[in-house]
T-cell receptor
Framework: EAQVTQNPRYLITVTGKKLTVTCSQNMNHEYMSWYRQDPGLGLRQIYYSMNVEVTDKGDVPEGYKVSRKEKRNFPLILESPSPNQTSLYFC??????????????FGPGTRLTVL | GNSVTQMEGPVTLSEEAFLTINCTYTATGYPSLFWYVQYPGEGLQLLLKATKADDKGSNKGFEATYRKETTSFHLEKGSVQVSDSAVYFCALSGSNDYKLSFGAGTTVTVRA
């Protein structure tokens, strides 16, 4: 089954404790991205990756890091989480090309709470 | 830059009622337009799309028409079911843009 998986699905942590949210896709997609979803703001892109070893900032990259060492994986790293990073996070992937920009496959989401 | 404005929710309807969710956009050139749906506890799924003016996207009884003259892409369904309860997001991608811009989302609850 074609899918994007994320782990963990739920995480409660404390300010300053480094964490990683993993994302993996099995569709051989080159493009992957991370979003955060907040009430009234919709989805905002954090980082994206056009291919292995190619990453770039989205609209709200502050406080986040990513890496893309393999095509299938795109982990999101919070080096020093703060309460304003409490949110619902989604990983997404899609086939390459402008024509496929809207054909995104989303993971199930990770609910993060930073105390 | 590109932006999407959706009607605010939440929207509560009875089964078999008519649903409309308004969406307007600001973009240069000829964007592509999308509706995504997020069922409770799940990620977003592409519901329908339209890539040029006057195109009508449709899926699962939902429809939306790309109206360039009014810069709108309103979502409609003639007879909703309880299973249509979800959050609906309007989104666009610019004509030369790899980025997808989302609206704030509209929560729809359908009561039996």
């Amino acid at each position: 089954e074609a899918q994007v998986t994320q782990n963990p699905r739920y995480l409660i942590t404390v300010t300053g404790k480094k964490l990683t949210v993993t994302c993996s896709q099995n569709m051989n997609h080159e493009y992957m991205s991370w979003y955060r979803q907040d009430p009234g703001l919709g989805l905002r892109q954090i980082y994206y990756s056009m291919n292995v070893e190619v990453t770039d900032k989205g609209d709200v990259p502050e406080g986040y890091k990513v890496s893309r060492k393999e095509k299938r994986n795109f982990p999101l790293i919070l080096e020093s989480p703060s309460p304003n990073q409490t949110s619902l996070y989604f990983c997404a992937s899609r086939p390459p090309g402008l024509v496929n920009v809207g054909e995104q496959f989303f993971g199930p989401g990770t609910r993060l709470t930073v105390l | 830059g590109n932006s999407v404005t959706q009607m605010e929710g939440p929207v509560t309807l009875s089964e078999e009622a008519f649903l409309t969710i308004n969406c307007t956009y600001t973009a240069t050139g000829y964007p592509s337009l999308f509706w995504y749906v997020q069922y409770p506890g799940e990620g977003l799924q592409l519901l329908l799309k339209a890539t040029k003016a006057d195109d009508k996207g449709s899926n699962k009884g939902f429809e939306a028409t790309y109206r360039k003259e009014t810069t709108s892409f309103h979502l409609e369904k003639g007879s909703v079911q309880v299973s249509d309860s979800a959050v609906y997001f309007c989104a666009l991608s610019g004509s030369n843009d790899y980025k997808l811009s989302f609206g704030a989302g509209t929560t729809v609850t359908v009561r039996a």
